[in-house]
């Protein structure tokens, strides 16, 4: 009987990872080139829900956001470690989540709950230059692009999925349809290119006061449709 229930529970393992993909994907600009922090989110395919994190981390060092772009499944819940010697106030007016930290160092108690769906665009009350964003989502499956312009998704359930792509430089902050795909079991790749508003430069020590509040129009516009 023992014997009997090991091949079962082997068998059933062996199913389950027999059934399991890959899928890895580039992602650039208009012009081919790599585009990192963007986010490609996947929807539709098998019952399986994915991985869910509960909890996320958006850090605070040199005065910047780190990571610059974070994505969360919505009802996580994020904290907002300073990691600078230097006070920073954390805010968003964006419609998907508004809230305040006041200045503070070290890590605040209470963490943020995320529970809608939306761009959230970050900022600090003290030094104007520093944007962060927050990508919120109900997708089960979903990765921010690294340096090289890649994401990778490992032990994926093969399917039919929904691709969605987003860049904090997307036109009006919009989130953009990456068509459909099926994921087969042997691994599946694909290449897709945004659609992005191009960059103004390196960030200035003093930037221009209109640049986090035309970042905040877009992620209003993109979450009021």
């Known amino acids: ?3 009997l229930g090991a091949v079962l ?3 059933l393992v062996f199913s389950a990872l027999a059934h399991a993909a890959s899928f890895e994907a580039q992602l650039t600009d208009a012009a081919g080139k790599p585009l990192a922090d963007a986010v490609l989110s996947l929807s539709g395919g098998p019952a399986a829900t994915g991985s869910r994190t509960a909890s996320a981390t958006m850090d605070q060092r040199a005065q910047k956001y780190v990571p610059h772009v974070l994505a969360v499944r ?4 994020v904290s907002f470690p300073n990691s600078d010697n230097i006070r920073h106030q954390v805010y968003s007016f964006s419609p998907a989540k508004r809230f305040e930290l006041r200045l503070y160092e070290g890590t605040p108690t209470k963490p943020e709950l995320f529970d809608k ?3 959230v665009v970050l900022g600090c009350n003290i030094h104007d230059w520093m944007l962060g964003y927050i990508y919120v989502t109900d997708d089960p499956w979903f990765a ?3 340096a090289q312009g890649r994401v990778r998704f490992d032990q994926l359930p093969a399917g039919h999925y929904q691709v969605s792509l987003w860049h904090p430089q997307s036109a009006d902050a919009q989130v953009q349809p990456g068509g459909e795909i099926d994921v087969a079991e ?3 790749k694909h290449t897709y290119s945004l659609t992005v508003q191009p960059e103004n430069g390196d960030v200035p020590s ?4 209109s640049a986090f509040g ?3 129009k877009k992620a209003a516009g993109e979450t009021a449709q």
């Open 206 to 209: 003093e930037p221009a006061p």
């Open 1 to 3: 009987m023992l014997r």
């Open 117 to 119: 769906p939306g761009v």
């Open 186 to 188: 042997p691994g599946t």
């Open 9 to 11: 529970i082997g068998s």
């Open 144 to 146: 921010v692009s690294d």
């Open 74 to 77: 919505s009802g996580t819940q």
């Open 214 to 216: 035309d970042a905040f």
